[in-house]
């Protein structure tokens, strides 16, 4: 069990967006093994139910099928963790993504395009956070981890697995400006806030969506994208799970508004 300052007897709870599949289950596992009971959110509700069975032989465990971009549907699975559990310790908001957006050149996106690109990836980790930090900030305690991307920063050359490229980088370094005001707003309360940023991630054989996308590619296509990282590999979910994981521990209680690459030194 997790140690919140003297409160050593509290089991923690994380609520995970996007914990079906990909980073998100591989984080919700990691948790489940250091004893911490979740609230699993997602779209997929067959996946997420599965995977929820799976951990609930480990630790409290209960799920809430979430349309993100729905402010209703975030704020009712906030209040299912409270009502489930009394508290959240832990938020990590890794759901996101191109949500079907397609396109490259500034003038083929929609309005519309931009917004769900948008409302997908930033305005849904405002609203997970406006909701979940007042249950922190009466605990005087809390650990948000952000996901945002190396397509933060910009980058050249093919689509490759982002659909929605621009849209998608801009919400991104949303998250990074979003993540870094946070933290020193909330610094004095005894909650962290932090965000990752993932280089392309690969859960072999699942739903998740850049894994679908990489295998689409022509062979020589996946090796030209991999040839841009040292490495010569994509992440494993697991890797980028091992730094959420990090930043959820008592380890990490002096680090907040940190923008963590988790890339092979990719950027």
Known sequence: MYEIGNMSAV???ALITGSASGIGAACARRLAAKNVNLLLVD??????????QELSKTVRTSFFVCDITDDKAVEGAVSSAKGEFGRIDILANIAGGS?????????????????????????????FCKFVVPMMREQKF?????????????????????????PYAAA????LGFTSQLAKDLGSEGITVNAI????????????????????????????????SPFKRPATADEVAAAIEFLASDDASYISGVALPIDGAFL
Not at 149 to 163: C, H, I, V
Not at 199 to 227: D, G, H, K, V
């Open 142 to 166: 809390g650990r948000i981890i952000n996901t945002s991307s190396t397509l933060a920063r910009g980058r050249t050359g093919s689509q490759d697995t982002s659909a929605a490229r621009l």
């Open 197 to 228: 940023l993932p280089w392309l991630t690969i859960a072999p054989n699942s739903n998740q969506a850049a894994y679908l996308a990489f295998m689409a590619m022509s062979a020589e296509a996946r090796e030209r994208q991999l040839s841009l």
């Open 99 to 127: 949500v079907g957006v397609k396109g490259g050149r500034v003038e083929d996106f929609s309005g519309e395009d931009w917004d769900r690109v948008m409302n997908a990836n930033l305005r849904s980790t405002f609203m």
């Open 11 to 13: 089991q923690r709870v």
């Open 43 to 52: 779209r997929q509700g067959e996946a997420l139910q599965t995977i929820a």
């Open 172 to 175: 991104k370094a949303g998250v």
